[in-house]
């Protein structure tokens, strides 16, 4: 395979920029995905309708970090393979992906459609939105192999140096679920059922149109599937079940820190959650220069060139402090007008005004975090980085928060927060520094 997208040599700023950018627009078009479903049913089918969407949304989410950390473990992997030069490396490990997703997808796929309704049980839905929180999530897990395969191609994209083919997938995925969205719910009569149709149709269109397109242009080795070895599968599954729990810690987290929040009663809750509405994409782009990181290192650290690895983290971390500190000085000065998008009660934007103006300062550490926990993902080590991600939301984040809302009251709850993400960047540095993730030797003995 060419050489081509090799960040092993070259101009660290320069590829960093180039690279991350697509991804970053790859990351704001996935979050309007959820976006676009729920202002089209909130606004063709109401309340009710829009209710039984965010419940199996939940889900989905659930299933959706699974398939992110199988894709981190992927990134790892294959950068490392594209860093050494390995076509064969890479073809074994494609392949093993392949088939130990598909197998995934199908066998996810059928307990959740069989099983769906009682997950919705469980998750308390209240009655009069059962049957349609029912019918969208089980049209979604019929699609699921979808879902798992067109972010799986982006993955393996990135993971050899290219993130702007990926972007051609996802908007014309988006595209068409901006299309076939108020064609199936309104015009066709299909209501919450027509909804999920419009996504699955989307991603599967994105996926076929995916396969196709690298297939033709020859971008990645991919062949024929074939039975995998089991060294293979135990080295994804060694690095993707770690990385998955590493969103479910995330996600366990962030209810813990709503559990302070709701003390404090509805318009701070309100405030809170048009606040968090902001935070998912004023966040992108450190997530964003997170994967491109994690991307550029792995393929350093395939050839132990360790020097650029550290090259690769040293202008990481400025160039995401100086982006998130722009951002974050934008946000203090129109945190305001940013809330009203959302809320308009009086209370409740004044919370989540001040809630932002105190932590918008405070994004360039958590984006430290993202930076060097990336680089510490792309050796292998995602114990490590689980570790890393318990401490910064169970020992730092939720104590914190909880500590100074009661000492401040609900303006304690920014700045617990605020105070955590400052923590755990120092955190995050000194494992960077001193922690022994440089001596992962992912292929050895395979």
């Not at 829009?50 to 981190?72: E, K, P, Q, R, Y």
């Not at 009655?127 to 192999?145: K, P």
């Not at 998912?280 to 550029?296: E, F, K, Y």
């Not at 932002?356 to 510490?376: E, M, R, S, T």
Request: charged share 10%.
């Amino acid at each position: 395979m060419k050489r081509q997208h090799d960040f092993t040599e070259g101009n660290i700023v320069k590829q960093l920029i180039i690279f991350s950018g697509p991804i970053i627009l790859t990351n704001l078009l996935q979050t309007s995905y959820q976006f676009i479903d729920s202002l089209w049913v909130g606004n063709l089918l109401g309340a009710t309708a829009l209710g039984a969407i965010a419940v199996a949304s939940t889900i989905i989410f659930i299933v959706l970090s699974f398939v992110i950390g199988l894709n981190n473990a992927a990134l790892t992997i294959l950068s490392q393979q594209k860093g050494k030069d390995s076509e064969d490396g890479l073809k074994r490990y494609l392949n093993a992906f392949v088939v130990l997703l598909t197998t995934i997808a199908i066998v996810l796929g059928s307990i959740g459609f069989v099983f769906s309704e009682q997950f919705l049980l469980l998750l308390g839905t209240p009655e009069e939105m059962l049957e349609q929180a029912n019918a969208y999530l089980q049209i979604n897990f019929l699609g699921i192999l979808f879902l798992f395969g067109y972010n799986f191609i982006s993955t393996v994209l990135r993971s050899i140096g290219d993130s702007k083919t990926p972007l051609r997938f996802v908007t014309i995925a988006v595209l068409l679920n901006i299309v076939l969205d108020p064609l199936f719910i309104s015009v066709l009569g299909w209501g919450v059922e027509g909804a999920a149709y419009a996504t699955v149709i989307s991603q599967g269109i994105a996926f076929l149109y995916g396969i196709i397109y690298v297939l033709h242009k020859k971008l990645a080795p991919f062949s024929v599937p074939t039975l995998p070895r089991s060294a293979e599968i135990g080295l994804i599954l060694n690095l993707g079940i770690p990385s998955g729990l590493q969103m479910s810690v995330i996600s366990a987290g962030s209810a813990a820190i709503m559990t302070v929040v709701t003390t404090f009663g509805s318009g701070a809750v309100a405030g809170f959650s048009a606040a968090q509405r902001l935070d998912s994409v004023l966040m992108l782009p450190a997530h964003a220069l997170s994967t491109a990181v994690s991307s550029m290192a792995g393929q350093n650290i395939g050839i132990k060139n360790w020097n650029r690895v550290k090259g690769i983290a040293k202008y990481g971390v400025l160039y995401n402090f100086s982006v998130m500190l722009f951002i974050g000085i934008i946000v203090a000065f129109f945190a305001e007008y940013g809330v009203k998008l959302f809320i308009r009660e009086e209370e409740a934007v004044e919370f989540g005004t001040r809630y932002l103006q105190i932590i918008a300062l405070c994004y360039p550490f958590l984006g430290i975090n993202f930076i060097l926990n990336g680089i510490v993902r792309a050796a292998g080590a995602m114990y490590q980085v689980l570790a890393l991600n318990i401490i910064s939301f169970w020992v730092l984040r939720y104590p914190l928060t909880a500590l100074f809302a009661s000492i401040f009251g609900e303006t304690g709850i920014a700045i617990g927060m605020g105070a955590s993400f400052i923590v755990s960047s120092v955190v995050a540095a000194l494992y960077y520094r001193f922690g022994k993730w440089r001596k992962k030797d992912l292929f050895r003995g395979r």
